[in-house]
């Protein structure tokens, strides 16, 4: 049942595809960048390319390629991707730099480095315009490519 919605429904494989895509180049971008592979970034938000832009943009081009810029399934889905990609640049972008400065202002209020720290929030959830721009035009190629079936 599973594998039949993933892989024979056009409007569920190719964000899939988008999203797997775009997780593993951040991961191996991460890598480059920070010398160091961190499997967590598999599956982790925040950081280049954002995988929530490329998902939601490759749900919407699937839906116009499937069923054309009039229906409602095309309405529905631009709506929700433009909701997620301005949320991803917006308010997670925010609650990323809370996280940094809430986590510096625990490690100095407990006069450590942060290594006793048992707090420590996670400071990439948002993403950046450019960030947010290359995954949805990850998204947008990547569906492009895939035939509507």
């Known amino acids: 049942m599973l594998q039949t919605l993933l892989l024979k429904n056009y409007l569920m494989f190719a964000p899939l595809i988008s999203y797997i895509s775009t997780q593993v180049l951040k991961t191996i971008l991460y890598s480059i960048m920070n010398k160091k592979f ?3 970034r598999l599956f982790g938000s925040g950081g280049m390319p954002s995988s929530h832009s490329a998902t939601v943009v490759a749900l919407a081009t699937a839906a116009l390629k499937k069923f054309g810029a009039l229906s409602s399934v095309s309405a529905i889905t631009i709506i929700l991707a433009a909701i997620v990609v301005y949320d991803a640049r917006g308010v997670r972008q925010e609650t990323g730099k809370h996280a ?4 510096e202002l625990i490690k100095r209020l407990s006069g450590t480095d942060g ?4 707090i420590q929030l996670n400071e990439m959830v948002g993403h950046t315009f450019l960030q947010v721009l290359v995954g949805s035009i990850l998204g947008l190629v990547i569906t492009l490519c895939i035939p509507v079936f």
């Open 115 to 118: 290594g006793d720290v048992h």
């Open 100 to 103: 940094q400065l809430l986590n």
């Open 38 to 40: 961190e499997y967590k």
